[in-house]
């Protein structure tokens, strides 16, 4: 599959460069016949697939444009992304997403079947996954409860693994730039795949940041680093990913005005609630008290952790996902969060501070003193309000060995 997608990306290539009425053509020309595409579909073979692109049909819409389920006549259930005429991203990001998605293979990355140039119209192909998104599961009230700890826990650390592979283990770094609860599709078993590459930044050779006229991505998410100046690193990643999981805690967005001011920005409310010792008071209540609380507290601080203001203090995904692994690790104390250039919606435009990173500490919910925990492992699953015990031992890993940018 592989190699025949490989033999396609010349002629991919060839088709986003600039080929407008005769794209349909050229496709068919270079990818040979239906019975060995390549990368290649047919208008017609996905508009029966989709029953011509019904409404029934219609997973949901992003933007890049609307999404459809279908089925080929292998049987093979799909989903295509098709760009639409108004859509805020267009060629470019539509190259993008396929040149990075032919290079990278990880289970908790969405995998890319093929795709479709017929004139004017474009279109991606992925595999199905039937259970959606990750904000479908978080903020629609109709279905409360339905995502346990366990699938919490299960999403996080995958989420983490495929950064860490985007970042350091694919074979060039990549930085997704738009992280999100809509951008995390969850398969049968709610295993986590990142999606939406169109926004996606390649490093060349050993390179850790750069900066960057257009601002691309969704406020409430962006680092403010990258908001506000520009700063694009895998630091970028990593500060969205530390408001995802304080989402899949908390079960709330990341910012919701109908809870008024002082709640209403959610990366905020969180440090201050850690800072009075109250954090665990943000554990979504749709879990009925049936959670891992020592895991539901290292969520939290790994959380503010990821969203410091000061770039070069948050841990890369390799400490992440060995914070979120290890039975016993110092968590540090996690410093003031960015906040600035952190409000509005999806936005594409043009257009820090770093420090040393703290030495290794115990972690408290105060957010002065260190408290002591039990190993989360050790209580093997839910726990009630006072399941906090006096020790907690973990294996000290320095995080003053932060590189900026890594």
């Known amino acids: ?97 396929v040149k990075l998605l032919l290079r990278i293979q990880h289970k908790n990355l969405v995998s890319l079947l093929g795709c479709c140039f017929h004139g004017p119209e474009k279109m991606l192909v992925y595999e199905y996954l039937p259970n959606r998104s990750l904000d479908y599961f978080l903020f629609d009230k109709i279905k409360p409860g339905s995502l346990d700890w366990s699938h919490r826990w299960q999403i996080i650390i995958g989420v983490a693994r495929g950064l860490l592979y985007l970042h350091e283990e694919a074979p060039i770094r990549i930085i997704h730039r738009d992280i999100k609860a809509s951008n995390i599709l969850l398969d049968n078993d709610l295993n986590p795949k990142i999606s939406d590459f169109g926004l996606a930044r390649l490093f060349l050779g050993d390179g850790t940041h750069t900066n960057t006229f257009k601002i691309s991505g969704t406020y409430g998410y962006m680092a403010p680093e990258y908001a506000l100046h520009g700063l694009l690193s895998v630091k970028s990643d990593v500060f969205s990913y530390g408001v995802l999981v304080l989402e899949i805690v908390s079960g709330r967005k990341n910012h919701n005005p109908c809870l008024g001011s002082e709640m209403a920005d959610l990366l905020s409310y969180a440090w201050k609630m850690y800072q009075e010792g109250k954090i665990m008071e943000l554990v979504d209540p749709s879990l009925a008290g049936v959670y891992n609380r020592d895991e539901a507290a290292t969520c939290f601080i790994i959380g503010l952790l990821c969203c410091q203001q000061i770039t070069s203090n948050r841990p890369d995904m390799n400490m992440v996902h060995q914070m979120l692994s290890s039975d016993s690790f110092d968590l540090p104390k996690p410093g003031r969060p960015g906040l600035q250039g952190r409000r509005g919606g999806s936005y594409t435009g043009k257009s820090t501070g770093t420090g040393k990173g703290t030495g290794s500490k115990s972690f408290g919910l105060t957010g002065s003193e260190p408290n002591s925990f039990k190993s989360r492992r050790s209580n093997g699953g839910a726990s009630g309000p006072n399941s906090l015990v006096e020790e907690y031992s973990r294996t000290s890993i320095s995080m003053s060995s932060f590189a900026e940018g890594r």
């Not at 990818?31 to 692109?53: K, N, P």
């Not at 819409?61 to 760009?83: D, H, N, Q």
């Open 1 to 97: 599959m592989v190699r025949r997608l490989l033999c396609g990306f010349a002629a991919l290539l060839k088709i986003c460069g600039g080929q407008t009425g005769s794209g349909g053509e050229d496709s068919t020309e270079d990818s040979g016949d239906s019975r060995d595409r390549g990368i290649f579909f047919d208008l017609q073979e996905l508009e029966i697939a989709t029953d011509f692109f019904s409404e029934k049909n219609r997973l949901g819409t992003g933007g890049f444009g609307p999404v459809y389920k279908g089925s080929v006549l292998s049987g093979e259930e799909i989903a295509v992304k098709k760009l639409s005429a108004d859509s805020r991203q267009g060629s470019r990001e539509f190259a993008n997403e």
